[in-house]
């Protein structure tokens, strides 16, 4: 059984930072594109930034400049290096793993506010 579990939310005031980290069991990340999502209240859920296995890295124009995503094979694990938190990435952080099936996690809440 495939499961994603993203850790590393919390509360942030603008300007600060976060790491979001996703942790693969079941299933190598090895060889598949990884990627971010986000849902904020009452909107649907968009693309943040993505991760090929050759480690080509497209992000969302909201974020690009600000967020780092990053994958440890090894660890069977992913990342998102959060910086410059504005009020408007508040979201549900969601992890995807592609591959025949794309697997989700159940996401890590942010919450940027002063």
């Known amino acids: 059984q495939v499961q994603l579990v993203e850790s590393g939310g919390g509360l942030v005031q603008p300007g600060g930072s976060l790491r979001l980290s996703c942790v693969v069991s079941?299933?190598?990340?090895?060889?598949?594109?990884m990627q971010w999502y986000r849902q904020a209240p009452g909107e649907q859920r968009e693309w943040v930034a993505g991760i090929s296995s050759d480690g080509v890295t497209p992000y969302a124009d909201s974020v690009k400049g600000r967020f780092i995503i990053s994958r440890d094979n090894a660890k069977n694990t992913m990342y998102l290096q959060m910086n410059n938190l504005k009020p408007e990435d508040t979201a549900l952080y969601y992890c995807?793993?592609?591959?025949?099936?794309?697997?989700w996690g159940q996401g890590t809440e942010v919450t940027v506010s002063s």
């Open positions: 079941g299933s190598s990340i090895s060889g598949a594109t």
């Open positions: 995807k793993l592609n591959k025949r099936v794309n697997y």
